[in-house]
């Protein structure tokens, strides 16, 4: 049975600056002929697409947070998706709190997404939006309403504006949605994803485990937030990067003494040999 080997992208896999080295990119390709090699993202396809440029995958990838689970050929495992009515509902509410999400929705079926935001931007949004590009198929509402396929609904800004939310958002729609709170390191801010109450990690994890029909003991994962614990708790190795949130380390297996910027992944996987 091989092994398999599932990292997470941002701030474990990624550099800071969003790149792979070049020794990143050997150790891991290395491990292709004799391994399962995935990643497991809160990150769109076509993103992923291009951060993974030159790196081998081997087998569906968890994109969005779950919510999507597809091979690199656009082959669709399986999507956990939130309807119009449900998310068109939570943006109202948001907006009694004077704040717009992002939504990301499936816009065809040759996995294009689309990227919707508000006119209406605060500080945080801005500059995550500074980030994207054409590509990203970003489109402006002034009257912000979601698609009839959606992925997930993301909030960002001043962590205790978006706590305030995210109990309003609970006492409203209740166990309707998944809710994951988080700081996000890149922009010193905080996002709130909102996912189908079945996306996350952990059922991508499984969903690719039955696709691939690989012993989950054999299975050793890599991450630094918290929208990573989920597939920590199945693993059989849980690897948390040197630079990974302290209540995140605190449930892994191993605790790399290297970050991110460090190619903590690729030297874990070189000292397995």
Sequence with gaps: MKNIYITDLDHTFLRNDLSLSDYTKTIWNAKANDSILSVATARTYGRTERFLAGVH??????????????????????????SKELSDAVIAEGERFGIYPFVLALADENLNEAFLHSSILNADQKKVLARYTKED???????????????????????????????????????????????????????????????????????????????????????????????????????????????VKEKAHIVLPHTNDEDGVARYLESLK
């Design 57 to 82: 995958i081997n087998a569906p990838m968890i994109l969005l947070d779950g919510a999507l689970i597809a091979t690199r050929e656009k082959k669709i495992i399986d999507t956990k998706l939130l």
């Design 137 to 247: 198929n970003l489109q402006e509402r002034t009257n912000l309403k979601a698609m009839e396929k959606n992925f997930k609904i993301v909030y960002m800004g001043e962590e205790q504006l978006l706590r305030d939310l995210e109990k309003h958002l609970k006492e409203v729609f209740g166990e309707e949605m998944k809710y994951i709170l988080a700081p996000e390191a890149y922009i010193g801010c905080y996002f709130l994803t909102l996912l189908h109450k079945n996306a996350d990690k952990s059922h991508g994890i499984q969903s690719v485990s039955e696709y691939m029909g690989f012993d989950l003991k054999k299975l050793t994962v890599f991450g630094d937030n918290f929208n990573d614990l989920g597939m920590f708790e199945l693993a059989g190795t849980a690897v948390a990067m040197a630079n990974a949130q302290a209540g």
